[in-house]
């Protein structure tokens, strides 16, 4: 199982970013599929997840702003983020769950005050 992320950057607050995550070596359509982001010294957290049938949920501190969606034809997850903050600066990772923990590489969120 291979994830591979991207779409991170440097953003001003209020601004919008969309991450990707494409996953190879799993049948996709058949898991949930999460959003988590990590600050230095902080623990992961996880921000946002997707069923197999499309039902979502958010963690408090981005619902409203984030959507997090799939294309299970092109095997990826995304991550619609608006009206960032600056605390939403962190390292963002993809996460699977199929018989363990499987993460993509992170790609760094930087929102400027």
């Known amino acids: 199982v291979q994830l591979q992320a991207s779409g991170g950057g440097l953003v001003q607050a ?10 190879s070596g799993i049948n996709f359509r058949l898991n949930s599929m999460d959003w988590y982001r990590q600050v230095p010294g902080n623990q992961r957290e996880l921000v946002a997840r997707i069923s197999s049938s499309g039902a979502t949920n958010y963690s408090d501190s981005v619902k409203g702003r984030f959507t997090i969606s799939r294309d299970n034809v092109r095997r990826t997850l995304y991550l619609q983020m608006n009206n960032l903050k600056p605390e939403d600066t962190a390292v963002y990772y993809c996460h699977i769950l199929f018989r363990r923990d499987y993460w993509g590489q992170g790609t760094l969120v930087t929102v400027s005050s």
């Open 14 to 23: 209020g601004g919008s970013l969309r991450l990707s995550c494409a996953a």
